[in-house]
């Protein structure tokens, strides 16, 4: 069935539009999607132009691209002829864009095929079908992701190496300041319009902090409905992107953007509600942990390893995932455990829940949060057993973790089950892209090989 056009109204934006309009006319609206990195893509109009707009339409081309530009090989019927997808503006999604010169509002799309089917690698689509099937169970999962990023000098030639910036001080910036109140005021100018931004944006920051590396901080968002979530962080990298040039510097998300510093992550804390009672499923009635919570760990423990491939998507990611990096080498779980790939942190029982920390920030969000729900989704279906806590060091033990990216496309093609719950549109579409992206990098020459083969071998 054709989805029937709507036409936008004004009056049906959120309120924390209006009130940043404060009667101001709208000039321009850009529709946008993610595509399958999460990068914003689509179409800027007047206004005018928007609100007697019924259909918008958008190739579905830019879904088979990598992230440097080429084309993967795709085996879908048809998929050259280009047939048009319909974009349908989600009006709740509408938010301010405060560093355009002009009165402008951005509002995120979702993909439909012309019979009303939605695309089903569309990464919006990807995770609304992992939450149908916790609404099916009669549950809400809940999450809450933390940002981190780093601040960098301009990096106008990119084979030269990525370097922290100076702040306010005039020195550059140094690592190893974790929690450093001083470190965050070294760059006061980039986050003071962070916080402008976000709050003309109607998002709201719970804490940012410093990190541990050169330049890197982090950003903490309040718990919620993951779709909203996912929006949010769509949102916020764009947002810190342009708040960072606008003070001479480069706001990264890399994985692992600069040697000798720790990489940056986007933990995913996570909990499950049951949508009657609006209690927490982790817990017990007298408060501990219930047997549903070890579940969702069970199929954390048991589908991750071969979800990896979402969470880690580059061949950076692994730069990241490796001993001794402030970043986990393996799915053991513990109570506030910081060396675990998966952490139960310090709660009361209504907020029990556990943090995934195997997640890089290079991730599209909406199809990270929907790998790590489906894995603990397969958990709670299927029951699975969760190993015992641990109370030692993680990092002690071996690396069960994919080693790089070939090794996790190996690992995802063989996990039907995780094909079925994200689709297997969107599964066969992802290996394509990652398997082209690793064909393209085997054809660069590092300078390591440069350095310590061309006159040795």
């Known amino acids: 069935m054709a989805i029937a056009p709507t036409l936008p109204k004004l009056e049906d934006f ?33 206004v005018k132009k928007f609100l007697k707009t019924g259909r918008m339409y958008l190739s579905p081309a830019l879904f088979f691209q990598t992230v440097s530009g080429d084309y993967a090989e795709v085996e879908f019927e048809n998929a050259w002829t280009e047939s048009d997808m319909l974009m349908v503006p989600d009006i709740s999604t509408a938010r301010a864009v405060p560093w355009t010169s002009d009165i402008t509002v951005q509002v995120i799309c979702d993909l439909y095929r012309q019979n009303g089917d939605p695309v089903g690698f569309a990464p919006r689509n990807v995770l609304r079908r992992v939450l149908k099937l916790y609404e099916d169970e009669g549950w809400q999962p809940v999450v809450a992701p933390e940002m981190e990023f780093y601040l960098t000098k301009p990096n106008l030639d990119p084979t030269d190496e990525i370097e922290p910036p100076k702040g306010r001080t005039g020195r550059t910036a140094t690592g190893r300041q974790a929690y450093s109140i001083s470190g965050v005021d070294e760059f006061g100018t980039v986050v003071d319009d962070i916080y402008d931004f976000a709050e003309a944006q109607g998002l709201e920051i719970d804490t940012i902090i410093q990190e541990d590396g050169a330049g890197q901080l982090e950003l903490n968002l309040k718990h919620g409905d993951p779709l909203e979530l996912a929006d949010e962080v769509f949102t916020y990298k764009r947002m810190i992107r342009e708040a960072a040039l606008r003070h001479d510097c480069y706001a990264t998300f890399m994985a692992k953007p600069i040697e000798d510093q720790p990489g940056s992550a986007m933990h995913i804390h996570q909990s499950v509600v049951d949508l009657e009672t609006g209690k927490n499923i982790f817990s017990t009635a007298r408060g501990g942990r219930s047997d549903q919570f070890l579940h969702y760990i069970g199929g954390l423990q048991k589908y991750l390893p071969a979800a990896v491939l979402v969470l880690a998507p580059y061949v950076n990611s692994y730069r990241r995932l490796v001993p001794d990096a402030s970043a986990p080498i393996n799915l053991e779980w513990g109570r506030d455990n910081r060396t675990v790939g998966l952490r139960e942190p310090v709660s009361d029982p209504q907020a029990r829940r556990i943090e995934n920390r195997v997640v890089g920030m290079d991730v599209n969000p909406y199809l990270a949060i929907a790998a790590t729900l489906a894995c603990g989704y397969l958990g709670l279906k299927e029951k699975l057993k969760a190993t015992k806590p641990l109370t030692s060091e993680a990092y002690d033990l071996p690396h069960s973790l994919p080693r790089g990216v070939l090794s996790a496309i190996e690992l995802f093609q063989t996990e039907s089950k995780l094909h079925d719950i994200l689709g297997q549109d969107f599964a066969e579409l992802f290996v394509s892209i990652k398997q082209t992206e690793a064909d393209e990098f085997l054809q660069v020459i590092s300078p390591w090989e440069r350095q310590h083969l061309m006159l040795n071998v």
Request: net charge negative; glycine share 6%; proline share 12%.
């Open 14 to 46: 959120p309120e924390p539009l209006k009130y940043w309009l404060n009667n101001r006319t709208i000039e321009e609206v850009e529709c946008v999607i993610p595509d399958v990195v999460g990068f914003a893509r689509g179409k800027a109009m007047p």
